[in-house]
């Protein structure tokens, strides 16, 4: 951390409760897009809709309909949670010989896996794997959307046609993955200036300048005249596997038309008094699991004490993963690119979702025909033989998604976060504050975090008091470092709670974009 960023500087987000829905987002526009369809009587799933194409058009190096990621449904009528896995796969006609290993050490992105030629398996179209989420957000809708699907589009149309604005973020966002974004001419076309340079926002408080994604204004049109299938066969779909395999990469439209997200019955955690629902399968859901139930053993009553229980709990978990799952080896310093969103409407239905592309701008490879910026999902994989996660063809991906649906007493909430391997220390922390320790979602997202996901050493919030960090001192190597907006330390949650028919989200607080925006009711006319 940087000694010269202010030690005095401080920054809050404010929690309004409300009777109408909420939803919470990385991007305040995708807030609004979802608690517009609210109030108009849309239910959790149609505004989760609506948020989750927005938020990719608006944060698209974070997510998009070329991405992957997994969702938690809870229907208040039934107390039924259910999830949908709408993870990535591996083209079927990927060949392994096609990424061999360099001898030239680890991989430098998310993952330390050794390295591949070319970092094939990193960058580039032969990073590509079969996407998700349309069909997923497709199969919720069809299940209990109860606005038409072309509807829940035009918000994200919009936006598209407009062009998002490249403010001061957006800019430092560009400017982090200019160098990989020039050897794609179509991302380079997207995102940069003269192919070369980042689009700034210049150094006025009015930003002028705006990406072109008429294109993908264009692709979802398509989408949302044809319905989420339209994406996945079709001419879009033909189009895109076309452009990406004409830039090298194994993409069929036989893999687009075959996929299918999985839906099921969320796994049930208890956990004293609380119980949480959280993903099955190739997630961070199990280990979630296996945290709490190492908390469980625990008197968290006094902090220090607890934020060592937390740092032994994540430890613990993360070693059975990391044995049992495949995801090896420490994370690099790398950003994630992943977003979350969480809503809850008037009827008490919750949507905790998370959608990914995976590495920041995914592949970095921008489908000309479609517009749409493609995902890396290939680098889920270890590229060595032989181990849990092995790379292979028509294989699911490992996530490290972490949605989760918790009850305690009254008290119902959904929450989620970005950030890899960060995501599962977030959500356990904050899932404990708001049942062990009784916080307001206020005091639980500004309570400050530890992470252990990186090996080892224990990563503090600065800003804990002595007594824990000298408590946490004592059973790892500590260092500490401070929440900013670039880099996220500690991942970058969302969340919803609803309390005796009261409602209300909030966002990381360092998040310059993410925001909960409410539907209007009477109380607050």
């Not at 997510?63 to 039934?78: M, Y």
């Not at 390295?115 to 957000?137: C, F, H, K, M, Y």
């Not at 992943?338 to 009827?347: A, E, K």
């Not at 929440?483 to 409602?503: D, K, M, N, Q, S």
Request: glycine fraction near 12%; include cysteine; hydrophobic fraction near 40%.
């Amino acid at each position: 951390m940087s000694s010269a960023l202010s030690r005095t500087q401080s920054t809050r987000k404010h929690v309004v409760e409300t009777a109408g829905g909420v939803v919470a987002s990385q991007h305040r526009l995708a807030a609004e897009a979802g608690a517009e369809v609210l109030r108009v009587g849309g239910d959790a799933v149609d505004a989760a809709v609506a948020c989750s194409f927005v938020v990719g058009v608006l944060e698209p190096w974070m997510s998009g309909p070329a991405g992957g990621g997994a969702a938690l449904n809870w229907r208040a009528e039934t107390g039924e949670a259910t999830a949908i896995n709408f993870g990535m796969r591996s083209p079927k006609g990927l060949r392994t010989e096609d990424y061999p290993l360099s001898g030239e050490g680890k991989a430098g992105d998310l993952f330390p896996w050794e390295r591949v030629v070319e970092d094939r398996n990193v960058q580039g179209a032969s990073a590509i794997a079969v996407p998700g989420t349309v069909d997923g957000l497709g199969q919720a809708h069809a299940r209990w959307g109860v606005m038409p699907w072309s509807d829940l589009l035009q918000p994200a149309i919009g936006h598209a046609r407009d062009g998002m604005l490249v403010d001061w973020y957006a800019a430092l966002i560009i400017a982090s993955t200019a160098r990989e974004l020039a050897k794609d001419p179509d991302a380079a076309a997207l995102f940069l200036d003269d192919g070369i340079w980042p689009k700034g926002s210049g150094w006025t408080a009015i930003p002028e300048n705006r990406l072109d994604q008429s294109r993908m204004a264009d692709s979802l049109e398509a989408i949302a005249r044809g319905g989420p299938r339209a994406f996945h066969e079709g001419d879009l779909a033909e189009a895109m596997a076309k452009d990406v395999q004409d830039k090298g990469g194994s993409l069929t439209a036989g893999d687009l038309a075959g996929y299918r997200a999985w839906m099921g019955d969320a796994r049930k955690v208890t956990y004293r008094d609380a119980a949480f629902h959280v993903m099955p399968g190739l997630t961070a859901g199990p280990t979630f699991a296996h945290a709490m139930a190492e908390l469980e053993t625990r008197d968290l009553s006094a902090m220090p004490e607890a934020y060592a229980a937390y740092a032994d709990a994540l430890r613990t978990a993360y070693a059975a993963r990391l044995g049992t799952m495949g995801d090896t080896g420490e994370v690099a310093e790398a950003p994630g690119c992943t977003t979350h969103f969480s809503v809850v409407d008037r009827h008490g239905n919750m949507v905790a979702h998370t959608q990914t592309l995976l590495s920041i701008f995914g592949s970095r490879v921008v489908s000309p025909s479609t517009g749409f910026l493609m995902n890396n999902g290939i680098m889920w994989f270890d590229p060595e033989q032989g181990k849990p996660n092995s790379l292979g063809p028509d294989k699911a991906c490992l996530m490290n998604v972490c949605p989760v649906i918790g009850e305690a007493g009254e008290r119902r909430f959904a929450l989620g976060a970005s950030g890899g391997r960060k995501i599962l220390g977030a959500v356990t922390q904050l899932s404990s504050f708001l049942t062990d320790h009784g916080m307001s979602l206020e005091q639980a997202f500004h309570t400050p975090r530890i992470d252990v996901s990186g090996g080892d050493a224990v990563i503090a919030d600065e800003t804990l008091p002595q007594a824990t960090l000298d408590r946490l001192g004592r059973d790892a190597a500590l260092r500490t470092t401070r929440r900013t907006v670039l880099p996220y330390a500690f991942a970058c949650p969302a969340g919803v709670i609803r309390e005796a028919g009261r409602h209300a989200g909030c966002t990381e607080i360092m998040s310059p974009w993410g925001d909960a925006a409410l539907e209007e009711t009477e109380d607050q006319a």
